[in-house]
Nanobody, 124 residues
Framework: QVQLVESGGGLVQAGGSLRLSCAAS????????MGWFRQAPGKEREFVAG????????DYADSVKGRFTISRDNAKNTVYLQMNSLKPEDTAVYYC?????????????????WGQGTQVTVSS
């Protein structure tokens, strides 16, 4: 079992930055690829970024490439999402998820565990 707790969401103006954190329980964190997804009202959950269990491989949605950076600290059982140059269309609930695999998946159905989500609101 892995429990995930996100933090760091909030309200920010367009062009601003936020850093999301996701703290994981358990001693097998480094056995999981990690992903960040988001869901806006009335829209489907979408992949944002993912990182392999070693941290050597990452993947991003086209909409966030060059603005968001995913990283992980396996010693702290934590994954991060640094979000820069935020846009109003980034407004959503952001979820972190764990996938028991060495490699990233962009499909939310692959993921085994989910956090409760953290709200990110970007004002124009």
């Amino acid at each position: 079992q892995v429990q995930l707790v996100e933090s760091g969401g909030g309200l920010v103006q367009a062009g601003g930055s936020l850093r999301l954190s996701c703290a994981a329980s358990g001693r097998t964190f480094n056995s999981y690829a990690m992903g960040w997804f988001r869901q806006a009202p009335g829209k489907e959950r979408e992949f944002v970024a993912g990182i392999s269990w070693s941290g050597r491989s990452t993947d991003y949605a086209d909409s966030v490439k060059g603005r968001f950076t995913i990283s992980r600290d396996n010693a702290k059982n934590t994954v991060y999402l640094q979000m820069n140059s935020l846009k109003p269309e980034d407004t959503a609930v952001y979820y972190c998820a764990a996938y028991r695999s060495p490699v990233v998946s962009t499909d939310y159905r692959s993921y085994d565990y989910w956090g409760q989500g953290t709200q990110v609101t970007v004002s124009s």
